[in-house]
């Protein structure tokens, strides 16, 4: 009788416990390194987070300087992934709906899906030196300009191919619901496309902008770095990457404390500005088509 | 007989694939029209000739004219956008925009630059949420998501946004076959209601539906007008053969 084929399903339900395991181990794994990434931003971090840090710019040079705060580099960073994400999106979200609506899975949509992708796939040290190369030609000094234009090139690629990827899944039925009441393609994009998929949109933005202010390899070359906070687009600018990065290469102690605490720093915007996104999405979704 | 839309010679292919077999109809103004036959038999297809639907298949193509009070809508100085707001669609599922309840209705009368300022068009949505029997249900909820209402609301709410942008013909794709009995009812009376200033296309398989609503049949089968004729005459007595057929329940 096949209700006893026990030899069967036990070795299936083994097969499952054993793949639940795997998973579990994974997962663990993952969120032990999180929580560990976390843990010692805090605890070296923390000590040296005063209220000195966020308001005062560094005392004595950010390099060997003791005193003051970062001020220069939480301002030169909102400015730069700022403006960065700004340009991004102004090219990105034309390009994410000229691929849906007109390219499509085309040949050239394929091509152009498949550049976005090598471009996403480029270091950012190579975006950095390519941008160093290009302000040389053109005999542009590091500024704020040159940070916010290299960082739009950084993001660019990630944003419109985040946002492809949500466009694509776009109801046909609702597209088509547009069209027989006499719309034009364009109105379809403008008016459906990206109302239906403006959650996803908006997490490709903050996708962008998560990789725009952690960058440090192409801000070194192209934005420079100074104490003070920023006042013109032609002038080099600090960030908080850099930020770290040089005082953590300090050989006093205190200096290298207050690193941890630069990028303790850095750590709470990013995780503000996605907890931000995710509120913003889920109020953005009550009109969305599920 | 008082012709609203005209097929001559009208061939259709998907590929090299034949779907419509040289159709020659007549379809009578401000009645309903429904067009039966067994599945498969290229009923939507002929329906999507009206609105120039079929085009959003890729690799389609077509030979014949469709004309729309004696213009051919496959002329090259036709622009789709205006036959489709000519002949509107009543969709086989109700699919709302990802708006609200108020927009759905107003987005094509926008687009269509129709009304001058907000008062015209918040008059126009009443109007149209009205006539689809609507209004008493959502007259209090205009701004919540289209999305909140029940399916057989949201039929009734693509109903109101198609008539918003004063089309003469409407187009039913099987129009209440994802709804339950009494929502059908509903949408149907709404048709019944509506053919004194429309004409009307519906596409049916369920053949006590025709039998409710048609003024004029066509039969097709396998991509050929069998029998085309008044709804009394088809019904009561068929000329063809595979009409009887059908009709009797043989398919």
């Not at chain 1, 005062?56 to 992934?81: C, D, H, Q, R, T």
């Not at chain 2, 925009?97 to 300022?117: F, R, T, V, W």
Request: hydrophobic letters at 45%; one cysteine or more.
């Amino acid at each position: 009788m096949s209700l006893l084929r026990k030899k069967h399903w036990q070795r299936r339900h083994l097969m499952e416990t054993f793949m639940k395991f795997i998973m579990r181990v994974s997962l663990f794994i993952v969120a032990g390194a999180l929580g560990l990434i976390l843990w010692i931003v805090i605890v070296r971090g923390l000590p040296s987070l005063s209220w000195d840090m966020v308001t005062k710019i560094p005392e004595g040079g950010y390099y060997m300087g003791k005193v003051g705060g970062i001020l220069n580099a939480i301002i030169g960073s909102a400015y730069l992934a700022g403006g960065g994400t700004l340009l991004a999106v102004l090219f990105s979200v034309p390009i994410a709906l000229y691929l849906k609506t007109y390219l499509g899975d085309s040949k050239w949509g394929q091509y152009v899906r498949l550049s976005l992708d090598v471009l996403w796939g480029i270091p950012s040290i190579v975006y950095g030196a390519f941008g160093f190369a290009l302000m040389i030609t053109i005999g542009m000094r590091a500024s704020l300009l040159a940070g916010i234009i290299i960082l739009a090139f950084i993001e660019l690629p990630i944003m419109t191919r985040a946002m492809d990827e949500v466009i694509r899944r776009m109801p046909v039925d609702l597209e088509h619901a547009a069209l027989a009441l006499g719309s034009t393609k364009f109105e379809v994009a403008l008016r459906v496309v990206t109302r239906q998929m403006l959650p996803g949109i908006t997490t490709a933005i903050l996708l962008g902008f998560g990789r725009g202010i952690g960058d440090a390899a192409s801000v070194l070359f192209t934005a420079g770095y100074t104490d003070r906070i920023p006042t013109s687009l032609m002038r080099p600018t600090a960030s908080l990457p850099l930020a770290v990065f040089f005082q953590l290469g300090s050989p006093y102690p205190e200096v290298q404390q207050r690193g941890y605490a630069a990028a303790l720093i850095l750590t709470i915007i990013v995780l503000a500005v996605s907890l931000g996104s995710r509120w913003l999405s889920a109020r953005l979704n009550k009109y969305t088509i599920k | 007989m008082d012709s609203h839309i005209q097929v001559k010679n009208l061939n259709v292919y998907y590929g090299k694939q034949q779907a419509l077999k040289n159709i020659n109809i007549e379809i009578p103004k401000n009645q309903i029209t429904t067009i039966m036959g067994p599945s498969g038999c290229g009923k939507t297809t002929l329906l999507k000739t009206f609105n120039r639907f079929f085009e959003l298949t890729e690799d389609t193509s077509l030979t014949g004219e469709v004309l729309v009070d004696g213009k051919n809508i496959y002329d090259k100085d036709v622009d789709v956008t205006e036959v489709r707001k000519v002949v509107g669609l009543l969709a086989q599922r109700p699919s709302p925009l990802p708006m609200s309840i108020y927009e759905n209705i107003a987005y094509g009368m926008h687009i269509h630059k129709m009304k001058k300022d907000r008062s015209e068009y918040k008059a126009a949505v009443r109007h149209y949420l009205e006539i689809a029997g609507l209004w008493d249900e959502v007259q209090k909820r205009l701004h919540d998501p289209a999305t909140s209402l029940s399916i057989g609301q949201q039929q009734r709410l693509c109903l109101a946004r198609g008539l918003a942008v004063e089309p003469e013909i409407i187009l039913g794709d099987e129009p209440t076959s994802a709804l339950d009995p009494i929502s059908s009812q509903n949408i149907e009376s709404r048709l019944i209601e509506l053919k004194q200033q429309y004409t009307t296309v519906i596409v049916t398989h369920t053949l006590r539906q025709a039998k409710r609503l048609a003024d004029y049949v066509i039969y097709m089968y396998l991509g050929e007008v069998i029998e085309a004729g008044p709804a009394k005459e088809v019904f009561s007595n068929p000329k063809h053969e595979r009409t009887r057929q059908y009709l009797e329940g043989q398919f």
